[in-house]
Structure formats: C-alpha cells, structure tokens
C-alpha cells in the first residue's frame, strides 16, 4: 500500500561531496556544503508545508526515482542519504536505519526544466518477506 507518494522540486545535492570545515567551540567540525545546506532547508521546509503523517508502521520501502538538471555523474547512495535525513528531520520516519527503512533506487532521468526526487514510502510487504526478516532477526515491534 502506498503511504506518501510526493516530488522533492530541485536538483538534489550529495550530502558528502565538497564538504567543509567550521569551528565550533574552538574545535573543528565537518560539516556538508553550503549548497546541500541550502538543499537541506528548501527540502525540509516543502514537505512540512506538505503535512504527511508521520509513518508509524515499520519498516518501509522508500522508492526514490531522481530527475536530473544535466547527465553528470552521481552517487545514489549519496543523493538517497540526504532525502533520508530530510524525511526524519521532517518528522515523516522515525529513523533511517535497516530496521525502519529499506531505500529502493527505481532509477533517474534528465529534466532541465523541472529536476526533483520522485519518492514512493510503501508498506506492501508479502508474507515471505515478512518471515524471512523473522529468520534474519528482525521481529516486529523492535
């Protein structure tokens, strides 16, 4: 069943490229780029303008689809991070580790006009999944 289905608008940028360092207290800090930064608070700011509810059923797949402003080379590991870290500062998962979350890359495409993050979170697991998590390990509630 699909839970949000949703656009991030502009062109995602990866959370650990060019990043800096700032002092904080006298010791130094590494911290994302400015430009992730200003990402980060475009993002956050949408989807609480969005109000979803927070997901409350664990875990969940979260199927991204990114359209790019050019075809220069990417990370996903790197852009589906940042997404990640928005949806739960967002307060829409509560956590973006294994247990809450399984990122699923459903590819990318080129849209000058209109690059985004296209973003799925459903929670359609079968049966056999299910039981393969409880041989894994995982057990519902945790």
Known sequence: MILIKDSIPGDAIAKKNSQR?????????????????????????????????PIVNYPVELHLFFWRKTKRKFD???LSEGLQDVLQKAGIIEDDSMRHLIPVIDGWGIDRINPRIDFTIRNDRSEIEIEKDQVMGYKKGE
């Open 21 to 53: 360092i700032v002092w904080v207290k006298k010791r130094p800090s590494i911290r994302p780029s400015t430009a992730y930064d200003l990402w980060e608070i475009q993002a956050l700011q949408y989807l609480i303008m969005q109000r979803h509810e």
């Open 76 to 78: 996903y590991g790197n």
